[in-house]
């Protein structure tokens, strides 16, 4: 029998399943309590890790709005066709069925952290001893003069996956060739640095496949330079050449502003015309994150590197995009990484578990097209009261298919090994 | 995604009481010159990542096949199989060259739920000719201790690996270590694309490692993760993965 097994046969025939029939009230005072804000890479982890290292030990309880997640990872996937949307979308099902885990779908409001208790914006409260804060992100509208949250269904962020998403490939399977699509990349810092240029890649695969070689795919950049920049624009020159145009600042010489109706770009170079805008503005930590105060002026949150611990706060971690995570890029893969430490800090506070030293790692894959997966990777350790990176991997240009495409089966195969390990 | 319902427990008493007498590895060397697309011993490269044959053929990631022929599917006592595997053979599989070839055309439509980390084979003439010359070169009998050792034969210590192999690994530790693994390397057992690690041997194990640092393997992200580990680590994440069943 696995030890998993043992603490889920612990689980329902221990002192949870007594504590279950009891009401709220009472089932919160017999165990230290966990709350997690946010059931994503972060959030889900943790909540999972303390659920399932702690032998039933800590009641958990785990808030975020949605009923279903839609992973940010892997939906450039789904916007070129390569994947389902059922396929990123996950039930929180196994987390409460087999973990204990109180599944709360709703939104929290605000934190009274002298109380230790999270609102909800429905009014009722949940109380604490230790909270776990993994919002993600929420976007800067105003950063791109001329948007914002109403115009996002007809000029999609999809920088949120879900609803955006759906928007953002219905419109582009709509294009007709010939028809620009423009993109209005974010500045630093922002969720998944590689992201923009995947999602561009995946973009030029679709309109490459239906053979609508006269339109395009051009990227505004506010950045002088991206993140896999050189084999990006390697991958582009040789998949879809002259369909995929990168303008950084020293070109176009600054966004100016967009006008949704008219479907333009202005840029100190020329005004854009495009028949799909895909505008992603600047970001901050989500909002519960500045509303519970636990941000700085950059609008991320201060975290100390060897806990995720807030700086702030001493019984609150924050996890993931929110987070000021010092070399780590924002991803998926990071957000989980820390949360694992986070909950080890956690079941150190609550229950004595012994805490070992910090360790964090990240992998991104891109996909440029079908089987040409390029990946960037490095470990970290707290350093120079950051968490700095210790080394480093990045794919080299002119690198062999086979490589490629086993890259890419390995982005396949981490999938389905995050979620499982997010979700159970 | 969520199939971590699925538990199985099983009897591995057997496991631990096999005495550790051989660690000789057999390994065919590659054919030299250019090879055409059927040819066997080319076709078998990949699979010598994981299987061994011949004499003293040892379970690697997967069970040695020495002797493979005529038995029943999952059913070497000493080898932890998968819960799939294990039913496959319950239900009746036995391995012939027509379902091994069936088998290696998708093995994981054809045995759900099995851990081995191969998509499969599409094209028939390679998969004749490979399971045809398998036929022959896994006709001779078993090794008589199939299970690798914890060091290696004559106890001496002839690498890292094998310092490594002498410490006493805290699974605990390896644990919370391990953290790092599954998020790639799925805690079940289960491989979509990344192979298994769970219930590797020991030796196995460590061994792997080193030779991400010695470049005999060239995975950049292992490579990069084995970098960061020093020689108590690795063995208390052997320690912890030895000590997990596949589910």
Same mark, same amino acid.
């Given at each position: 029998?696995?030890?998993?097994?043992?603490?889920?046969?612990?689980?329902?025939?221990?002192?949870?399943?007594?504590?279950?029939?009891?009401?709220?009230?009472?089932?919160?005072?017999?165990?230290?309590?966990? #709350?997690?804000?946010?059931?994503?890479?972060?959030?889900?982890?943790?909540?999972?890790?303390?659920?399932?290292?702690?032998?039933?030990?800590?009641?958990?309880?785990?808030?975020?709005?949605?009923?279903?997640?839609?992973?940010?990872?892997?939906?450039?996937?789904?916007?070129?066709?390569?994947?389902?949307?059922?396929?990123?979308?996950?039930?929180?099902?196994?987390?409460?069925?087999?973990?204990?885990?109180?599944?709360?779908?709703?939104?929290?409001?605000?934190?009274?952290?002298? $109380?230790?208790?999270?609102?909800?914006?429905?009014?009722?409260?949940?109380?604490?001893?230790?909270?776990?804060?993994?919002?993600?992100?929420?976007?800067?509208?105003?950063?791109?003069?001329?948007?914002?949250?109403?115009?996002?269904?007809?000029?999609?962020?999809?920088?949120?996956?879900?609803?955006?998403?759906?928007?953002?490939?219905?419109?582009?399977?709509?294009?007709?060739?010939?028809?620009?699509?423009?993109?209005?990349?974010?500045?630093?810092?922002?969720?998944?640095?590689?992201?923009?240029?995947?999602?561009?890649?995946?973009?030029?695969?679709?309109?490459?496949?239906?053979?609508?070689?006269?339109?395009?795919?051009?990227?505004?950049?506010?950045?002088?330079?991206?993140?896999?920049?050189? #084999?990006?624009?390697?991958?582009?020159?040789?998949?879809?050449?002259?369909?995929?145009?990168?303008?950084?600042?020293?070109?176009?010489?600054?966004?100016?502003?967009?006008?949704?109706?008219?479907?333009?770009?202005?840029?100190?170079?020329?005004?854009?015309?495009?028949?799909?805008?895909?505008?992603?503005?600047?970001? $901050?930590?989500?909002?519960?994150?500045?509303?519970?105060?636990?941000?700085?002026?950059?609008?991320?949150?201060?975290?100390?590197?060897?806990?995720?611990?807030?700086?702030?706060?001493?019984?609150?971690?924050?996890?993931?995009?929110?987070?000021?995570?010092?070399?780590?890029?924002?991803?998926?893969?990071?957000?989980?990484?820390?949360?694992? #430490?986070?909950?080890?800090?956690?079941?150190?506070?609550?229950?004595?578990?012994?805490?070992?030293?910090?360790?964090?790692?990240?992998?991104?894959?891109?996909?440029?097209?079908?089987?040409?997966?390029?990946?960037?990777?490095?470990?970290?350790?707290?350093?120079?009261?950051?968490?700095?990176?210790?080394?480093?991997?990045?794919?080299?240009?002119?690198?062999?298919?086979?490589?490629?495409?086993?890259?890419?089966?390995?982005?396949?195969?981490?999938?389905?090994?995050?979620?499982?390990?997010?979700?159970? | 995604?969520?199939?971590?319902?699925?538990?199985?427990?099983?009897?591995?008493?057997?496991?631990?009481?096999? @005495?550790?007498?051989?660690?000789?590895?057999?390994?065919?060397?590659?054919?030299?010159?250019?090879?055409?697309?059927?040819? @066997?011993?080319?076709?078998?490269?990949?699979?010598?990542?994981?299987?061994?044959?011949?004499?003293?053929?040892?379970?690697?990631?997967?069970?040695?096949?020495?002797?493979?022929?005529?038995?029943?599917?999952?059913?070497?006592?000493?080898?932890?199989?998968?819960?799939?595997?294990?039913?496959?053979?319950?239900?009746?599989?036995?391995?012939?060259?027509?379902?091994?070839?069936?088998?290696?055309?998708?093995?994981?439509?054809?045995?759900?739920?099995?851990?081995?980390?191969?998509?499969?084979?599409?094209?028939?003439?390679?998969?004749?000719?490979?399971?045809?010359?398998?036929?022959?070169?896994?006709?001779?009998?078993?090794?008589?201790?199939?299970?690798?050792?914890?060091?290696?034969?004559?106890?001496?210590?002839?690498?890292?690996?094998?310092?490594?192999?002498?410490?006493?690994?805290?699974?605990?530790?390896?644990?919370?270590?391990?953290?790092?693994?599954?998020?790639?390397?799925?805690?079940?057992?289960?491989?979509?694309?990344?192979?298994?690690?769970?219930?590797?041997?020991?030796?196995?194990?460590?061994?792997?490692?080193?030779?991400?640092?010695?470049?005999?393997?060239?995975?950049?992200?292992?490579?990069?993760?084995?970098?960061?580990?020093?020689?108590?680590?690795?063995?208390?994440?052997?320690?912890?993965?030895?000590?997990?069943?596949?589910?």
């Amino acid at each position: 029998m696995t030890r998993l097994t043992r603490r889920q046969f612990g689980l329902f025939t221990g002192a949870s399943a007594a504590a279950l029939s009891l009401p709220t009230y009472l089932r919160a005072q017999d165990k230290p309590r966990v #709350v997690v804000i946010g059931g994503g890479a972060g959030g889900a982890t943790a909540a999972r890790y303390i659920a399932k290292d702690s032998d039933g030990g800590i009641d958990v309880t785990l808030i975020d709005d949605a009923e279903m997640f839609t992973t940010c990872f892997f939906s450039n996937l789904y916007v070129g066709g390569l994947r389902s949307f059922e396929s990123i979308t996950h039930s929180y099902d196994t987390l409460q069925s087999s973990y204990g885990i109180t599944k709360v779908t709703g939104r929290a409001a605000s934190v009274d952290r002298e $109380k230790k208790m999270v609102m909800m914006a429905d009014g009722s409260s949940i109380p604490y001893d230790r909270l776990v804060v993994s919002p993600g992100i929420d976007l800067i509208w105003d950063s791109v003069g001329g948007y914002s949250e109403e115009l996002s269904t007809i000029a999609p962020h999809a920088w949120k996956a879900g609803e955006q998403t759906k928007i953002l490939k219905a419109k582009l399977d709509a294009i007709e060739n010939g028809q620009q699509i423009l993109m209005v990349a974010p500045p630093n810092p922002y969720r998944c640095p590689p992201g923009p240029y995947e999602r561009a890649s995946m973009m030029a695969h679709v309109l490459k496949s239906k053979g609508l070689t006269d339109s395009k795919v051009i990227i505004l950049d506010p950045k002088p330079k991206f993140s896999k920049q050189g #084999v990006f624009q390697e991958g582009w020159e040789k998949h879809y050449p002259g369909m995929i145009e990168w303008y950084g600042p020293d070109v176009h010489g600054g966004i100016d502003g967009i006008n949704v109706e008219a479907g333009t770009v202005e840029t100190d170079l020329d005004t854009f015309q495009g028949a799909l805008l895909n505008i992603i503005p600047a970001q $901050k930590a989500g909002t519960i994150a500045a509303s519970a105060g636990l941000t700085d002026d950059s609008g991320f949150c201060p975290i100390q590197p060897d806990s995720m611990r807030s700086t702030v706060d001493d019984a609150v971690f924050v996890i993931g995009d929110a987070c000021i995570a010092g070399d780590m890029p924002k991803s998926g893969f990071s957000a989980n990484s820390q949360a694992k #430490v986070a909950a080890m800090a956690v079941r150190g506070d609550l229950i004595g578990s012994k805490v070992f030293p910090a360790k964090f790692a990240n992998t991104c894959w891109s996909l440029i097209e079908t089987d040409d997966s390029i990946k960037v990777g490095a470990q970290y350790a707290p350093g120079d009261g950051k968490i700095a990176s210790t080394q480093g991997f990045i794919s080299q240009m002119d690198e062999e298919n086979a490589l490629r495409k086993a890259n890419f089966e390995e982005s396949v195969g981490w999938y389905a090994g995050i979620t499982a390990d997010m979700f159970g | 995604m969520a199939d971590h319902g699925r538990h199985q427990t099983r009897n591995t008493t057997l496991r631990g009481l096999v @005495p550790a007498i051989f660690f000789g590895v057999t390994m065919l060397s590659g054919t030299a010159g250019a090879a055409r697309a059927e040819d @066997p011993e080319k076709l078998f490269k990949p699979c010598m990542t994981c299987h061994e044959i011949g004499a003293g053929a040892k379970h690697k990631v997967g069970p040695h096949l020495d002797g493979l022929f005529g038995r029943k599917a999952g059913s070497l006592d000493d080898f932890r199989y998968s819960a799939g595997m294990r039913a496959a053979g319950e239900a009746g599989l036995v391995w012939t060259v027509e379902t091994l070839s069936d088998y290696l055309e998708r093995p994981r439509d054809f045995i759900k739920g099995n851990r081995m980390s191969f998509r499969g084979m599409a094209d028939p003439k390679d998969r004749h000719a490979l399971v045809n010359w398998l036929e022959t070169a896994t006709r001779q009998a078993p090794a008589a201790d199939p299970v690798i050792g914890e060091t290696s034969g004559d106890g001496g210590v002839h690498g890292f690996a094998d310092i490594v192999l002498q410490i006493e690994g805290d699974p605990e530790y390896g644990e919370y270590l391990a953290g790092e693994c599954v998020t790639c390397h799925q805690a079940s057992g289960h491989a979509d694309g990344i192979p298994s690690i769970v219930g590797l041997p020991k030796d196995y194990f460590v061994r792997s490692l080193f030779e991400y640092r010695s470049n005999v393997r060239s995975n950049e992200v292992m490579k990069l993760r084995v970098a960061n580990l020093n020689n108590e680590e690795i063995a208390a994440l052997a320690a912890y993965f030895s000590s997990l069943d596949p589910q």
